[in-house]
């Protein structure tokens, strides 16, 4: 069941949602050769509670850390840890708060020193992949042209579209319907309504579209080992446009 937000909900949501945006731009902020993900967990948790907000990640299904950190080709839930991160890396962070009995959902995903250019465009590139949903978004819209706008940029520019995760309806639990693949037909699905609240997260990929699970149980990382990118923001459905909150 899709759950449609008064305003009052809405409201409630730009708190914990302003809290997601600022704690991204402050772990974003921290990023250099030499911090282990581990450090950026922390930051990030402490960020967070002293906003007021509970880090809702941390216990999401047994989830034990606060934020997600995916190095490389790490796709999205990768486990904080001692891991170092270099100079050519790129880390991808992924990040809830709750606050006013809601949650908010974002990621970005950060060089680390100076990068490939490969990797400079796939970051580039799954940005692009959001906005292009973006463009024609709004009441009435068909749910799966979200994903087919994302699809189509990616590959045109030679990457590829993990068919394992996607996007999500969000409010009150992390995650709510309606799934929001980054994959499908244009046209098709369910059309959008005005109060929506959705999470729009592309994840691309520079080789192929595979994917597997190390044995942490968390961690998606691409079967070729090539790497990943991650950009989501949590958004409302109006009737002209989709309106961020995580910006
Ligand atoms: N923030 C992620 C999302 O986009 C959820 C991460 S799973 C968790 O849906 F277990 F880490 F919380
Ligand atoms: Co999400």
């Known amino acids: ?3 449609i937000k008064s305003e009052q909900e809405i409201d409630a949501m730009r708190e914990p949602c302003a809290i997601v945006r600022d704690a991204l731009a ?10 282990t ?3 950026l967990d922390r930051l990030a948790e402490e960020y967070i509670r002293s906003r007021g907000a509970i880090p809702s990640c941390l216990g999401y299904c047994g989830y034990p850390a ?8 790490e796709i999205v839930h990768g486990i904080p840890g001692e891991r170092v991160l270099r100079a050519g890396d790129i880390v991808s962070i992924d990040l809830c708060a709750y606050k006013n009995g809601f949650h908010g959902d974002g990621a970005r995903t950060f060089p680390v020193g100076e990068i490939s250019e490969e990797k400079k465009k796939l970051i ?3 940005e692009e992949c959001f906005w292009k949903a973006l463009e024609n978004l709004h009441a009435g819209t068909p749910l799966y042209d979200i994903g087919a706008a994302v699809q189509k940029h990616a590959e045109e520019n030679g990457f ?3 068919r394992e995760y996607s996007g999500h309806g969000i409010g009150r639990e992390m995650h709510e319907d309606p799934s929001v693949p980054n994959f499908g037909k244009r046209g098709t699905g369910i059309r959008l309504k005005e109060g929506m609240v959705i999470c729009v997260e592309p994840m691309i990929l520079a080789g192929s579209r595979k994917s597997r699970v190390l044995a942490d149980g968390w961690t998606a990382v691409t079967a070729d ?14 009737e002209d446009g989709a309106e961020i909150l995580t910006l």
């Open 1 to 3: 069941m899709i759950h």
């Open 26 to 35: 402050y772990v974003g902020s921290k990023i250099r050769p030499g911090i």
């Open 37 to 39: 993900t581990a450090e």
């Open 66 to 73: 606060s934020i997600c950190a995916s190095v490389n080709e």
């Open 124 to 126: 580039r590139v799954t």
């Open 160 to 162: 590829s579209v993990v």
């Open 225 to 238: 080992g090539k790497p990943a990118a991650h950009y989501e923001n949590t958004l409302v459905i109006r």
